[in-house]
C-alpha cells in the first residue's frame, strides 16, 4: 500500500499535460479505456479485483481539481483578497504575497461542484480562474 501511495503523491504533482500522456500510455499498456469517470476493462487478463479491492478510491483521489487564480482585474484585487483570505484560511499578509505572485492555487479538491462554486464566486469578485 506504501507504494500506491507514493505513486499517488507522484501522480497528483503533475501537471495536466503530463497526467493526460500518462493516462494514455497506460490505456495502452493495459488495454483499458479510463473515460467519462468509468473504466471500461477490454482485456482484463492479468487484472483481478478481489473484495478488498480499494481502486475507486484511487481513481477518486486522483481526480482531483486545483483552483488555480490567473489573473486579477486591477481595481478588484480587495474583493478577490477577501475570498481568498476566507476560503485558504491563510493570514492577510499571505494571502497578498500569494495573490502578488500569481498564478496561485487556491484549493484542490476532488468535488466538481465545489470546485466549480470557487470558480464562479472567484470570477464573481474579478479574478480569472482556471480549474486544472
Known sequence: MNKIKEILTLITDLNIIDFNLLIDLLENFYSVSFSND????????????????????????IKEIEVQIKTILPDKKISVLKIVKSITGLGLRETKEALDNLPFVVKKTTDNEESNKLKLDLENAGAVVVLN
Open 38 to 61: 468509468t473504466i471500461s476493462l477490454e482485456n482484463s487478463s492479468g487484472i483481478q479485483k478481489t473484495e478488498n479491492d480499494n481502486s475507486n478510491e484511487i481513481i477518486k483521489s
